[in-house]
């Protein structure tokens, strides 16, 4: 692996550039793996990268349908924070968090992490009562967490309107400081990157198409590209979950909504923290390119077609102009959608499957970006030791039929 | 247009005379930059400028070069400007679609100090340090100087426009429209598309961005059959012009943006600036025209390189010359005909260069003929200029002759792009036409229909026929008759050479950095051929490696020369790569048009009670809940919210309270199967549930989880009333309706929300009977007569009211339901009646505070979507017998679990300490390690969901959700909240009357 900085920057500047070799090989798929990844995303190269990076494990091809990290790792509001309100479920996205705090050094790769701190503004007394207990509750499971009242709110963020007569004023927020944003697509690269430089062959443009089971027991996928044999597959393929585990021959509990984001034309600094709402129902950011990044909820059927309906748009612009008036000349550049998994739980599925050597990592819904390192980090665990990592352990598909769920759906954490 | 030679040809550009949009007896004062200039009514911004001689009108993102106008259009990457100040600011307008008026400020953005003199203009010496990603490379070394320093350092340079400081003071607008055929373009192919529908009988919308149909096609040898066509368009169909069609979406639907009084003074401005259409559309034709495309080559990018066809535009609309010693450098026979009217118009023409060799067609003879110098087979590889053009370097394709030509003006045209931007939306598949050397539509016999240049029917003839053909289609597939009489006698044009598909001049790599594929962003060819080099050759790779196509302009010029050097560069085939995705808008949208009038109080309904301006006149503080205002309480003389609810408490403990609690879900379930039904979504049973009577439900989701309560009466056999938590009503209707229409047709139950039928006045205390007494003489209230849990149809205050006797304070209580608007009589006849008795209005909170003391759990608050009925302890409505919904979850091994976070009481040691709500539960065993920050988990039992000072007490109370809790009563245990702990004691829920007495009496 060509080594990323400062200095190389500037050595390669004297060769006109023409030194810089390919960050990931183009790899042909061999016949047989020790792991194979499904799932060229966000989750599927960290799990690869960790696979090889903590586990040794680096005969590990991850098998991509279209280009590498074209899922929902590029289409994302890229909001990074771990202020989630169950024990399970603040342990996971902590643990991701401070993987995320190391990840440029980690991986030779500037993921341009942000930590600009995030607002989740609470706009009636029970949102207060839920925001306080969430703040509460992350104090003592060492997630930075802190209430500010409405005049806290104003000294933090100047901009958002806090006045009295918005149709539900803003009460009070909570604020995690650690949390931000993230360079989303170069999360992806910079797993594939370190990933590559390990052993681990990543091929884009080769579908997964079926799996080869015997006796209960995986032992290949067949794919675009031929049959490769396995003793270990991991499906890792956020939107898409359902329909490899079908192909599997399992069932899982998932819904797969479209969900859209949005960006403002690039203006001049302006907002410099994420702000997120759910009453009044939006959350903004602003890129380092000036964009305003928007986003909102799901749009309300199922698709699997990665574009979204208008109304779902206007409404969240409503939302972003009450909380910000000054924002309502500036324009709409670009909207898109992506496809989310959503369990009954809003929580992700990650482990074992009911066939052995299959795993299964999924049902991020809304907010999988935030924890893709931690993400691969304890997929990579449960793979190399045929055993859940303690992190991962709760969020075990058999949930759905023990009951314990860690329901972040009435929780008190906001989507995204 | 009969451009003529100006008299006086100062710098270039310059004003010829006449031109079909400007009116050359208006002048137009406007300012740019602090400085005054004339324009003609009917100019852009740009040709405004430009017939000034402006030359430079903004600074590219990264290096902050100088940069001039580009296009005619909506395609610009370049001038980009901040118009109007304050409130009224808009940031980043295209000056080559902003229309003049008198008084218009504009200033140029992303320079300091000035746009001559942009000290960021170094980044452009340190480019070569500075290649596409180079931000990912480095920056490596501190966390703390990315923090500090160099991403707030990236964050400053970003952007170009500022937001507008204040609210904005316009005003937009949504409309809905329906139609049988909906054209999107009115140049000559839409106009004939709509002609064709209109002739077929069918309802036809036209939409043309430009502010006039068939925009600079005045000088056409089709001018007559356009001036018809446009005359019976606008007769027989709805025309909509500034108007954008920016999103195709589903089944028809369409969204558009009409600029609506954008081109106005602000003063002249009446009521919209914007508005947004909303279009269902039964069939649509896109005549969406082509994008031209520039030629990548070293300096592509300097102020005075233009566009061909913006040259044209300028001069057939607004007159103006784009310069008068001109050289243009082409792939296709079009910049042609653009460079002789420029000649005829006055300028001079230095040469036309043209990659292709071998001309034999009729534009090429024409312009030798006209005594031009085109050189064939040469490349322009270098323009010299800095801020404006001064001359080009050209060479031979072949490496062999160079030459020096001078020049003022550059025109060039890499050959058109169709804006196939609203069929790919709509999923539409592109085919690579290489003929045209561009991406087409993948024309199916299904709708869309395309006409025009975007399906490569260029020249009016084709345009016209293939627009008929396309109106006709779109007509008769509805069923319309075939219209009749296409009518235009043109003059065959000459037959011409194709275009070449040409992606970049060959230079040296080191001159790569200077040519420039997406203006904008300045993504370069270096850029491209670096990012391909490092492994991005998927399409999506190079655009978000490099950020082409991440602009304003969203690629529409550079995007397909990327694409083109992808191709070549990775030795691919162009007709095998992808465009990366066309997303909506086609053209940025403003958000305030997008939100429309959901803004400010009409950002969500504000549903109001009968008894509203009651509660206002009385002073009330007002809590939104859902929807709903509702009182929260009633501040006498300056009382803060503790003094009013201690007082509003005790006078309901006391005496009596009045409530308006006209917000609560009501539901008439109503059908022969109505209490079976009931028995299905009630946890409890209700088949044996007497007329007259009400009973207290639970409702759970599947996952047994509780969803809503209330109380239900049954008003007759077959016919029960349901209330639900006011936030609720909505989600409940609709679980119900949910269940009946999918998954129970069979049962014969309808549900009708009468929640704003009936108006809702409650009287609770221990006098509730004697105010109700006097508003209901001749009725027995005894608790033999109307015991508790009961209903009866009683007359109060002389209106026909339906009277429950249930209570969510625990005392005695009547809940009067009277219709809407009878109810204001009622609440003043009660008030007056009551007033010998002490009566008092009590608000939400004093409602919350009141059945806390009898541990009343409120769905929404004590329990989050993870609480069970029996975790609150109410095994008592949960039959064992009858299934229900949420039955078989409630049997899951760990939802059955008996350590289940429990509903319990607590109290603090210190009586007069109130725990925060929300706050945390630690054991003894566990507190010693609370220490903030926390560096590793304590681990939680639950939390304090209510707490509150009771007045009838004189304590604290608080409910807790607390694991094994029914077990660990009298235990000790601290309630955690930033760090504070609060000892208390756990208990059961009812702290007041634990026998009910005062409730059932």
Redesign the interface.
């Known amino acids: 692996m060509q080594r990323f900085s400062a200095f190389a920057l500037l050595a390669k500047s004297l060769g006109g550039h023409q030194g810089w070799s390919r960050q990931w090989r183009l790899a042909t798929p061999k016949d047989a793996y020790d792991v194979v990844i499904v799932g060229g995303g966000g989750h599927g190269l960290a799990t690869a990268y960790y696979l090889a990076r903590n586990h040794g494990i680096t005969n590990v091809a991850v098998l991509e349908k279209g280009w590498l990290g074209g899922g929902n790792v590029a289409r994302n509001t890229t909001i990074v924070r771990s202020n989630y309100l169950w024990d399970e479920s603040a342990a996971l996205y902590e643990h991701s968090l401070k993987l995320w705090e190391d990840l440029s050094q980690d991986l030779n790769y500037n993921v341009m992490l942000s930590q600009r701190g995030v607002l989740n503004l609470a706009h009636s007394l029970q949102e207060v009562r839920d925001s306080r207990r969430r703040v509460y509750a992350n104090q003592l499971n060492g997630v930075d967490a802190e209430w500010l009242d409405r005049g806290g709110v104003k000294v933090f963020c100047p901009l958002i309107n806090t006045d009295e007569s918005l149709r539900y004023p803003v009460l009070g927020a909570t604020l995690q400081r650690r949390a931000g944003t993230a360079r989303h697509d170069a999360v992806a690269w910079g797993f594939a990157r370190a990933a590559d430089s390990r052993g681990v062959d990543i091929v884009e443009n080769c579908e997964v198409t079926g799996f080869d089971i015997q006796g209960g027991r995986v032992t290949g996928v067949q794919t675009t590209r031929g049959a490769i044999r396995a003793p270990k597959v991991a499906i890792v393929v956020a939107g898409h979950g359902s329909v490899m585990a079908e192909r599997a021959g399992f069932r899982l509990p998932l819904e797969s909504h479209p969900l859209q984001a949005l960006v403002s034309e690039p203006i001049k600094p302006v907002l410099d923290c994420v702000v997120m709402s759910n009453a009044v129902h939006v959350y903004v950011s602003q890129s380092d390119k000036g964009e305003l990044v928007i986003g909102a909820g799901i749009d309300s059927y199922n698709s699997y077609a990665q574009r979204g309906s208008l109304p779902v748009v206007t409404s969240q612009l409503g939302a972003l102009i009450a909380l910000f008036p000054m924002f309502s000349r500036l324009k709409m550049m670009r909207n898109w959608g992506g496809i989310v998994d959503v369990s009954p739980d809003a929580s992700p599925i990650v482990g074992k499957t009911p066939i052995d050597g299959l795993y299964f990592n999924g049902g991020w819904g809304t907010g999988g970006f935030k924890a893709t390192p931690g993400s691969g980090h304890i997929f990579a665990h449960t793979i190399a030791h045929e055993d859940p990592h303690p992190l991962a352990a709760p969020f075990n598909l058999d949930r759905f039929s023990t009951g314990a769920l860690v329901d972040e759906h009435g929780a008190a954490a906001v989507a995204h | 247009m009969t451009a003529t030679r100006p008299a006086n040809l100062r710098a270039p550009p310059v004003r010829a005379r006449g031109g079909d949009w400007v009116d050359d007896t208006r002048p137009i004062a406007v300012s740019f930059d602090g400085r005054a200039y004339t324009g003609l009514a009917g100019d852009t911004l740009a040709s405004a400028l430009l017939a000034n001689g402006v030359r430079v009108v903004g600074r590219s993102?990264k290096y902050h070069r100088p940069r001039g106008i580009l296009s005619a259009g909506f395609e610009e990457p370049n001038a980009l400007v901040q118009l109007g100040k304050g409130?009224?600011?808009?940031?980043?307008a295209l000056a080559t679609r902003v229309e003049i008026y008198d008084g218009m400020t504009a200033t140029s953005v992303n320079r300091w100090p000035s746009l001559s003199h942009d000290v960021f203009a170094a980044f452009g010496l340190l480019a070569?340090?500075m290649?596409a990603g180079?931000?990912?490379?480095?920056?490596?070394?501190s966390?703390v100087l990315?923090?500090r320093l160099y991403?707030p350092f990236?964050?400053?340079m970003?952007?170009?426009?500022?937001?507008?400081?204040?609210?904005?003071p316009e005003n937009y607008d949504q409309r809905h429209l329906q139609c049988d055929v909906l054209v999107v373009g009115g140049g000559v192919a839409g106009l004939a598309s709509a002609r064709a529908a209109c002739a077929s009988g069918a309802r036809v919308v036209l939409i043309e961005d430009n502010p006039e149909l068939a925009a600079g096609l005045a000088a056409s040898p089709a001018k007559e059959w356009i001036d018809v066509a446009i005359g019976v368009v606008k007769q027989d169909a709805t025309v909509l012009t500034r108007t954008t069609v920016f999103?195709a979406?589903?089944a028809g639907?369409f969204?558009a943006l009409q600029r609506a009084s954008d081109h106005l003074p602000q003063e002249a401005r009446a009521g919209v600036r914007q508005r947004?259409w909303?279009i269902r559309a039964k069939q649509v034709v896109l005549a969406t025209g082509a994008i031209e495309r520039p030629l990548v080559f070293p300096n592509n990018d300097r102020p005075g390189v233009y566009l061909a066809g913006a040259a044209r535009a300028y001069l057939d609309r607004f007159g103006v010359l784009v310069g008068r010693n001109v050289v243009a450098f082409t792939n296709n026979d079009e910049t042609y005909a653009t460079v002789i009217a420029l000649k005829k118009a006055g300028a001079a023409i230095a040469a036309i260069v043209d990659v292709r060799a071998n001309l034999t067609g009729g534009a090429v003879a024409l312009a030798k003929h006209e005594g031009i110098r085109v050189l064939e087979g040469y490349v322009v590889v270098d323009v010299r200029g800095r801020s404006a053009v001064r001359g080009v370097t050209i060479a031979a394709l072949d490496g062999g002759r160079r030459e020096k030509i001078a020049c003022d003006a550059l025109l060039m045209s890499g050959g058109w792009s169709p804006a196939v931007h609203l069929f790919s939306?709509q999923g539409g598949k592109l085919i690579y036409d290489p003929g045209m050397a561009a991406f087409v539509p993948d024309r199916r016999p299904a709708d869309p229909w395309c006409a025009g240049a975007l399906c490569g029917e260029t020249g009016v003839d084709a345009a016209i026929t293939g627009g008929w053909r396309a109106g006709s289609s779109a007509a008769t597939a509805l069923g319309k008759p075939a219209p009749r009489g296409l009518t235009a006698e043109l003059p065959d044009e000459p037959k011409g050479d194709a275009p070449l598909a040409f992606w970049r001049v060959p230079v040296a790599?080191?001159a790569e950095r200077k040519c420039f594929i997406d203006f904008q962003n300045d993504s370069t060819l270096?850029d491209v051929s670096?990012a391909v080099?490092?492994?991005?050759t998927?399409p999506?790779?190079v655009k978000?490696?490099t950020?082409t196509g991440?602009?304003?302009d969203?690629g529409k010029t550079g995007n397909i020369n990327a694409l083109g050097n992808i191709a070549e560069r990775t030795g691919g085939d162009l007709a095998r790569l992808a465009p990366t995705?066309f997303?909506?808008?086609f053209l940025?949208?403003?958000?305030?048009a997008?939100?429309?009038r959901?803004?400010?109080?009409?950002?969500?309904p504000?549903r109001v009670t009968a008894l509203h301006d009651w509660h206002v006149a009385a002073g009330a503080a007002f809590?939104?809940?859902g929807q709903w205002k509702r009182p929260w309480y009633y501040p006498k003389d300056g009382e803060t919210l503790d003094q009013a609810v201690t007082r509003e408490c005790l006078a309901v403990r006391n005496n009596v309270g009045i409530l308006d609690a006209s917000t609560l879900g009501k539901i008439e379930i109503v059908g022969a199967d109505a209490a079976a039904f009931l028995n299905r979504v009630y946890t409890n049973a209700w088949s044996k549930l007497g007329v007259g009577r009400s009973r207290y439900g639970l409702m759970c989701r599947e996952?047994?989880?509780l969803f809503d309560d209330g109380t239900t009466t049954r008003l007759a056999p077959d016919r029960f009333l349901m209330t639900t938590t006011t936030g609720n009503a909505a989600a409940v209707l609709d679980w119900l309706e949910e269940w009946l229409q999918t998954e129970w047709p069979d049962l014969k139950v309808y549900c009708t929300s009468v929640t704003d039928h009936w108006s809702t006045i409650a009287l609770a205390g221990p006098r509730a009977r004697e105010v109700l007494q006097c508003l209901a003489p001749g009725t027995a209230l005894d608790a033999e007569n109307f015991p508790f849990m009961s209903y009866q149809e009683v007359v109060v205050a002389g209106v026909a009211a339906r009277v429950f006797r249930i209570s969510f304070t625990g005392e005695l209580s009547f809940e009067i339901n009277v219709p809407w608007h009878d109810a204001r009589h009622v609440w003043e006849a009660a008030i007056t009646a009551g007033a010998a008795f002490g009566i008092t209005p009590y608000g939400t909170e004093a409602m919350h505070v009141l059945r806390a003391e009898k541990g009343y759990p409120i769905i929404?608050?004590d329990?989050?979507?993870?609480v069970t009925p029996l975790d609150l302890g109410m095994a008592w409505a949960v039959s064992t017998k009858k299934d229900f919904l949420g039955k078989r979850?409630l049997a899951?091994?760990?939802?059955?679990r008996p350590d289940r976070k429990q509903f319990v009481g607590l109290l603090t040691s210190d009586p007069s300490r109130v725990i925060?709500?929300?706050?945390?539960i630690?054991s003894e065993s566990n507190i010693a390690d609370?220490r903030?920050?926390?560096?590793?988990?304590?681990p939680?039992e639950g939390?304090v969901?209510s707490s509150y000072f009771s007045a009838v007490l004189g304590r604290s109370i608080a409910l807790a959700l607390v694991r094994d809790g029914f077990r660990r009563t009298g235990e000790t245990v601290y309630a955690?909240?930033?760090?504070h702990a609060i000892a208390a004691r756990i208990g059961p829920t009812v702290f007041y009357d634990p026998d009910g007495t005062r409730r059932d009496g």
């Open positions: 993102l409130a009224h600011s808009e940031p980043n070569r340090f290649p180079f931000y990912y490379k480095t920056f490596l070394g966390r990315w923090d991403e990236l964050r400053r970003a952007g170009f426009g500022r937001a507008p400081v204040g609210a904005d999103g979406y589903d639907y969204a947004l909303l939306q790599p080191s270096a670096l080099r490092e492994g991005f998927h999506e790779h978000r490696y950020l991440f602009g304003t969203q995705t997303r909506p808008p940025p949208v403003t958000f305030g997008l939100a429309g959901e803004k400010g109080a009409l950002l969500d504000v809590e939104n809940v996952d047994g989880m929404g608050q329990t989050d979507g993870t979850s899951r091994p760990d939802t059955a925060p709500e929300g706050a945390q630690v609370v903030l920050p926390q560096s590793s988990p304590v939680m939390h969901t955690v909240a930033d760090g």
